[in-house]
């Protein structure tokens, strides 16, 4: 019996909870594979939050059936889309866990994902980890996976979206440092989360090695199989939209966390802020070394809308 052990002993029995949160919509097709692999994790204890955000397709019954068995609570909101459905469940998250895990409906997650995440988390201070993504089509065949390493600062952050929502976990001191400002432009939680937590200087891990199954489908709101056509002919849509969700990101930051911001990272906000409308503060943004990525095409992109004054 457990309780008869010394309590340091016992302590160190406990394994630590994660509250592993999921959006759902429409999730009949995979919505029973994913929640297998997650409640399978190894070295943690889990606790699955679903918010279903207005499906059509039973999953709501599903999700009604699992939470009787105790594998989930879930809860039935309006369709806020999926980075408000997400930053609703990241409000709306157990105040006593120690770790919180984003979760597609889709994917297949590897049984060390959570463990190898906390493994690498600090308790005292903010923290983030993500890591790489491995595509896989409908039938779980391995696709052909990006490859590039991060240079993970705060420059990298404002300039290219980095880190997949379904690879990150968050200790609880990030989570209330996230919760103390809700940006009016969102396009994506994960991109949001990532700024921020670069922003103000969290610990930020990047995991070389993916311990995911990154579902690549008809239905993904934005697939890793989008093609480099697509994808530039979705930015020159944002563009005319005037969408330029960079910029807007970080006037985000600026209202919300500047006061907390290490003081270099003011001077990168607010030239990368100034840029938006000086010419010669654009010249300074191409020309400093602290707005690069370790991605060559990344790099080309950002060139091109700096000088279109599109980003």
Request: with cysteine.
């Amino acid at each position: 019996d457990i309780s008869d052990l010394p309590i340091v002993l016992r302590m160190s029995q406990q394994m630590p909870r994660v509250e592993v949160l999921m959006s759902t919509y429409n999730a009949m097709k995979f919505g029973t594979e994913q929640l297998k692999s997650i409640l399978n994790q190894e070295g943690v204890e889990v606790q699955l939050r679903v918010r279903d955000d207005g499906s059509t397709d039973g999953t709501q019954t599903w999700l009604e059936s699992e939470a009787a068995k105790g594998h989930l609570v879930w809860d039935q909101g309006e369709n806020l889309k999926p980075a408000r459905s997400f930053m609703e469940l990241l409000a709306n998250a157990d105040e006593g866990v120690a770790y919180y895990a984003f979760a597609d409906q889709d994917d297949i997650w590897l049984a060390d994902k959570l463990q190898t995440a906390v493994a690498q988390l600090d308790d005292n201070g903010p923290a983030l980890y993500f890591s790489r993504t491995q595509p896989v089509d409908e039938r779980l065949e391995l696709l052909p996976a990006s490859c590039f390493t991060p240079r993970l600062t705060f420059g990298e952050a404002l300039m290219c979206h980095l880190a997949t929502g379904h690879t990150m976990v968050m200790n609880a001191a990030l989570r209330r440092l996230i919760l103390q400002y809700r940006p009016d432009f969102l396009p994506m939680h994960d991109m949001w989360i990532y700024l921020v937590a670069q922003a103000v200087g969290a610990k930020v891990y990047y995991d070389a090695t993916s311990h995911v199954h990154y579902r690549q489908h008809a239905d993904n709101v934005l697939g890793a199989r989008e093609s480099n056509f697509a994808r530039w002919r979705r930015r020159w849509a944002e563009w005319r939209e005037g969408r330029q969700e960079f910029s807007r990101l970080a006037d985000e930051v600026r209202k919300g966390y500047f006061e907390r911001m290490p003081e270099n990272n003011r001077r990168l906000l607010t030239l990368f802020l100034e840029a938006k409308h000086s010419c010669s503060a654009r010249l300074r943004l191409l020309c400093s070394p602290a707005f690069h990525s370790g991605n060559r095409g990344r790099n080309l992109r950002f060139l091109l809308t700096v000088l279109s004054n599109t980003y």
